[in-house]
């Protein structure tokens, strides 16, 4: 069966520090993959896709990036955080939209 | 741009009762999807549906895509307090295998009181 991790679950950065956030998934071979950012009042918003090894498709300017260097790792980074950083960040793999997404169990960051 | 509106965004409903909650656009989605959240934790797929009229049940929860592929229903029948979440309505856009990801609407906040 498949499987995502995604780490830390919690993590609590100074304003201008960088950032790293892993995700994983196992038993499947070609995943998409997303990270997806949920803001209290505000729903679950596009960061990033990618449909295979080093391709990434950004869907919202920012402070942020992302890389795929292995088929099954989605990392998201920035270089300096910034307060409006702070979000309930979710990585989550499909084998194309009909299917249905498969989500981590998220990262609360906070950005003081 | 909110392409996606779920209403209501909060109901507290004691256990038993019936409950209806909307998910509504004026867009076209190739399908539709609901997801169930619980607080800090990463939102689990219900169900999809893909075709205008269609309707799934699962368990007590039923679910109803619209003709025009615009809006969908989560009817829970009998609800029980572990039915309490977040209910996510996710459209796509374009091919049902696409890549590009979905848009979800703001989420209904459920609460079945004992």
């Known amino acids: 069966s498949q499987t995502i991790h995604q780490w830390p679950a919690t993590l609590v950065q100074p304003v201008g520090s960088p950032l790293s956030l892993e995700c994983t998934v196992e038993?499947?071979?070609?995943?998409?993959l997303y990270w997806y950012r949920q803001a209290a009042g505000r729903g679950l918003q596009l960061l990033f896709y990618s449909v295979g090894i080093g391709q990434i498709s950004s869907e919202v300017p920012q402070n942020l990036s992302a890389s795929r260097p292995q088929d099954r790792q989605f990392i998201l980074s920035s270089k300096k955080l910034l307060l409006s950083d702070s979000g309930f960040y979710l990585c989550?793999?499909?084998?194309?939209?009909?299917?249905?997404?498969?989500f981590g169990s998220g990262t609360r960051l906070t950005v003081v | 741009t909110q392409l996606l509106e779920q209403s209501p965004q909060f109901l507290s409903i004691q256990e038993g009762e019936n409950l209806t909650v909307y998910c509504n656009s004026s867009s076209v989605f190739s399908s539709l999807q609901w997801y169930r959240q619980e607080p800090g934790e990463g939102p689990v797929l219900l169900v999809t549906v893909v075709t205008g009229g269609e309707v799934k049940k699962l368990k007590r929860l039923t679910f109803q895509f619209g003709d025009a592929r615009k809006d969908s229903s989560l009817h829970i029948t009998a609800a029980q307090p572990g039915d309490t979440g977040l209910y996510l309505c996710?459209?796509?856009?374009?091919?049902?295998?696409?890549?590009?990801?979905?848009?979800f609407g703001k989420g209904t906040h459920l609460i079945i009181q004992p």
């Open positions: 989550a793999w499909s084998r194309g939209r009909i299917y249905g997404y498969t």
């Open positions: 038993g499947t071979s070609n995943p998409n």
């Open positions: 996710a459209g796509a856009r374009g091919s049902g295998g696409g890549a590009d990801g979905l848009t």
